[in-house]
């Protein structure tokens, strides 16, 4: 069951959305080489706190920490560790969600630690534009299959795969909430949007093949081929004619220029 949101809920979704996105732009200048994850886990969690709200992924089906931090051919669901010291070269996702208001924000950035390959360059970028790509045809009268194409034709197209096991989702008073947003499929297909829907665009891209699997912890879930993956989110609630992004990239990017 797909609900639509009202003007006013969609507003508290906002309010958490750009929450998520203050906490990634305070991470933002930290992620470095030396920094452990779970230091940077750890300083979320406060400055969520710090900011009268939760962080509902910790509990969420027994998962540990406040954020997802997701190394280099980690996909998604990466458990911060004191033991996953950053180091130049490599990439991370972060992913947190934040509760007040009764209602969830959720969004997902991939940084450089330092100085990164060309080859990964191409990835985040590549990723990243697709998430804008989908983000176009998030307007009421097209279906979701036409995001997912959108994701999937522009990734597709650089020489990457599509995570077909994880998608994006609604979201509300719950985190996923109908319909599912997958990276992948055909125009045309899958639930109509409609006005003040509010879904989760999140491609996950890899460099190498599709199929992942999850480790033994019951989360991390990796690339098979052990090549890398990148993963940006946005919350958008679904209009007539242009979607209106909920969180906001443009913090975490000033953060990152000075
Ligand atoms: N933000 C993630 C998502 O979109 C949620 C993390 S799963 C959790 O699915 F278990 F860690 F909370
Ligand atoms: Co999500």
């Known amino acids: 069951m797909i609900y639509i949101k009202t003007e006013e809920e969609i507003e508290k979704i906002r309010e958490n959305c750009l929450l998520v996105s203050q906490t990634l732009a305070m991470l933002a200048p930290l992620v470095k080489p030396g920094v452990s994850t779970k230091y ?28 997802c931090m997701s190394l280099n051919d980690v996909v998604v669901h990466g458990i911060p560790s004191e033991s996953t010291i950053l180091k130049e070269g490599d990439i991370l996702s972060i992913d947190l969600c934040t509760r007040k208001n ?25 990723t990243k534009e697709s998430l804008y790509k989908g983000i176009e045809m998030a307007v009421a009268g097209n279906r979701v299959g036409d995001i997912s194409n959108a994701i999937q034709t522009y990734c597709e197209a650089a020489g990457y795969s599509c ?96």
């Open 163 to 258: 995570v077909r096991e994880m998608v994006g989702h609604g979201i509300g008073k719950s985190m996923h909430e109908d319909p599912q947003v997958p990276n992948y499929g055909r125009r045309g297909q899958g639930p109509m949007l409609k006005s003040n829907m509010v879904i989760c665009i999140e491609p996950m891209i890899n460099i190498g093949r599709y199929p992942i699997s999850i480790d033994p912890d019951g989360w991390t879930a990796r690339t098979r081929d052990h090549k890398w993956a990148a993963h940006y989110e946005h919350a958008v609630a679904v209009r007539k004619g242009k979607a209106d992004i909920l969180s906001d990239f443009s913090l975490i990017e000033k953060a990152l220029e000075s």
């Open 102 to 126: 009764g209602f969830i924000g959720d969004s997902a950035y991939t940084f450089a630690v330092g100085e990164v390959s060309d080859e990964v360059k191409r990835l985040l970028k590549t």
């Open 40 to 67: 940077l886990d750890s300083l979320a969690e406060e400055f969520i706190k710090d900011h009268g709200a939760e962080a509902p992924c910790k509990g969420y089906h027994g998962y540990p920490n406040a954020t």
